[in-house]
């Protein structure tokens, strides 16, 4: 009987670190996935030259024209969220106000310094003018930022959008550009043309996450 106390004991003890490196782990899936849509969107958005956006993940998984072919720009895999329950993207559109919120993230995370968006440049600043005129000139804070997301819209399908997030709500283990809450890690091919935390590669050298061990929150 003592035995078998000690030892629930300690699955009592491991249960919670095995708990966090599992949730860690669907983190980082979530991430690579929602890279790999970002430069799926980049491509596209240049292929047609900045006048059209997907409207849907079937838009990307179709692929693009070549020649009598499809050139294909995603897998299906990634199509897929590992951290929102029914494993549907919230498509993220083009709107000045949620562009300029991750827009500031971006700028705190990188010492107040907004990467330009990938080349050709013109064909992408056409969906940020106005939101990184309201960041840069005014210096927005986020001091409202929890309350301004809470009633956000979900739309997965039959919208233009030039990104996508999770549907979850939920507190992070890893902080991607230093935000620590699923529903506002916004994958987009914006703000990525450079800068320090603003290359466009994929994993294993995973965007806005530290190399080092991610700070695990106190609660």
Partial sequence: MAVMVIFAIALLAVAPSVQMEVQRE????????????????????????????????????????????????????????????????????????????????????????VPPNPGPRQFFDRYTVGALVNVLNTGTDLENDDEEDIDYEVVTDNTPFIGVASQSRGRSVIAYYGIENHSKWIFTPLFRGGGTGGNFTIAPNIPGVPSRPPRVPND
């Avoid at 900045?50 to 009598?68: A, H, I, N, V, Y």
């Avoid at 072919?69 to 929102?84: F, G």
């Fill in 26 to 113: 669907k983190e980082l899936e979530s991430i690579r996935r929602g890279e790999e849509i970002a430069d799926a969107i980049r491509q596209y958005v240049i292929f047609y030259q900045g006048r059209k956006l997907p409207e849907s993940m079937d838009d990307l998984l179709e692929g693009l024209p070549q020649g009598t072919k499809k050139r294909q720009i995603l897998r299906a895999s990634s199509a897929t969220d590992p951290l929102s329950e029914d494993g549907k993207w919230r498509l993220i559109k083009a709107d000045p106000t949620i562009i300029r919120r991750f827009a500031r993230r971006i700028q705190i995370y990188n010492n107040g310094f």
